[in-house]
Every structure is written in structure tokens, then in C-alpha cells.
Nanobody, 125 residues
Framework: DVQLVESGGGSVQAGGSVRLACTVSGYTYSSYCMAWFRKLPGKDREGVAVLWIGGATTSYADSVKGRFIISKDNAKKVLYLQMNNVKPEDTAMYYC???????????????????WGQGTQVTVS
């Protein structure tokens, strides 16, 4: 079975930094597109950043562009989200997600992802 396990969340002051990690197991890590989403209470999951594993191409939501960085460590099979200059509006539960096939539409739509982690909370004050 595929397993995605997030870690690294917590409380951080506005303007500070935090790094989230998503450890991957159960399938060929290099074959997948992976992404970070976040969810606020009462709202749908919002796509934050996407990384296409093969070419290491990345894409970001406008709300985090220039502040967040998605990256991967193939040897450790870990996906990261470096969050810099965080703002109170970044407070949310953050999830990593994986998809195994090419998709012809937006990769910022949560419904196209096959596998999800349990989430890690980030609170910015």
C-alpha cells in the first residue's frame, strides 16, 4: 500500500519559516507527481505547490509564490515544503498528495490525486 506521512508542522511567528516533510513509501517514488495542499476549517482543500517528479518542474499557487519552495530528496524518498515569510493566512492543515499518471487539466485540483497523507497543522501567529 501507498503511504504518505507528513511531519514538521507546528506554531511559528509571522515572518518566520517552517519546513514540512512528507515521507513516501509503498511505490516507485520517482514515477509520481506530488503536491502540497492545505485546508482551513469549512473550506475545500487548496492546492499550494506541485512537483513533477521526473523533470523536477514545479508550480505554485499565487498566494505562496516567492515564499514557499517544494522540493524532493529521491534518496530519502521525502517531499518537502519550505515555507518562508509565513503569514497568519497560511494557518491551515497541510497535506501531501501523490498522483501516478499524466493529467490534462489543473494539478491544483484535489480530486485528481490518488493518495493522501494524514496532514500536519501549521499555525502562524
Amino acid at each position: 500500500d501507498v503511504q504518505l506521512v507528513e511531519s514538521g508542522g507546528g506554531s511559528v511567528q509571522a515572518g518566520g519559516s517552517v519546513r514540512l516533510a512528507c515521507t513516501v513509501s509503498g511505490y516507485t517514488y520517482s514515477s509520481y507527481c506530488m503536491a502540497w495542499f492545505r485546508k482551513l476549517p469549512g473550506k475545500d482543500r487548496e492546492g499550494v505547490a506541485v512537483l513533477w517528479i521526473g523533470g523536477a518542474t514545479t508550480s505554485y499557487a499565487d498566494s505562496v509564490k516567492g515564499r514557499f519552495i517544494i522540493s524532493k530528496d529521491n534518496a530519502k524518498k521525502v517531499l518537502y515544503l519550505q515555507m518562508n515569510n509565513v503569514k497568519p493566512e497560511d494557518t491551515a492543515m497541510y497535506y501531501c498528495a501523490a498522483r501516478g499518471q499524466w493529467y490534462g487539466g489543473s494539478y491544483f485540483v484535489s480530486s485528481i490525486y490518488n493518495d493522501w497523507g494524514q496532514g500536519t497543522q501549521v499555525t502562524v501567529s
